[in-house]
């Protein structure tokens, strides 16, 4: 073989071996962004089931215009103690609901360097906020 088909091999091997650390690099990327994507989904429906917990009467199990008393439990189903785990992480309620707020936390179950995905959902009266922490 003369040395330009060897350095043209050489090339060869060299752009494919990039090309598959890029995809392999973008599909890392894409599955930590689309489990972002869903555990914020999964707190914005908690939240929302929050709200209803909030505005539906005490005589039919809610909370009376107040989040006390809210647990996990009452937001998804089967929850265990102040958890509740589906295929896109782990869910629980922060702290202890107050009459006006309620803090979910939602850890995911991918992991990017180490770290693995968390969002938090604040919901209030008459609002849901959605913090990303990783």
């Keep these: 073989m003369g040395q330009q088909q060897l350095l043209l091999i ?5 752009i494919v071996g990039i090309a598959v650390v890029i995809g ?5 990327d894409n599955a930590i962004s689309a489990n972002r994507d869903s555990v914020t ?5 908690l939240g929302a089931r929050a ?3 909030y505005r539906r009467p005490v005589a039919l199990g809610g909370g009376g215009s107040s989040f006390a008393g ?3 439990d009452k937001l998804a189903r ?10 896109d992480g782990t869910f629980e309620i922060l702290g202890t609901p107050s009459s ?25 009266s008459d609002s849901l ?4 922490i990783h």
């Design 100 to 124: 006006t707020e309620v803090t979910l936390k939602g850890v995911g179950v991918q992991k990017n360097d180490g770290t693995v995905v968390e969002v938090h959902c604040r919901a209030t």
């Design 41 to 45: 989904n999964d707190l914005v429906n």
């Design 129 to 132: 906020m959605t913090t990303v």
């Design 78 to 87: 089967p929850a265990t103690g102040n958890q509740w785990v589906n295929e």
């Design 10 to 14: 050489i090339l060869g091997v060299i």
């Design 51 to 53: 709200h209803q917990f």
């Design 70 to 72: 809210l647990t996990m």
């Design 24 to 28: 392999i690099t973008m599909f890392k």
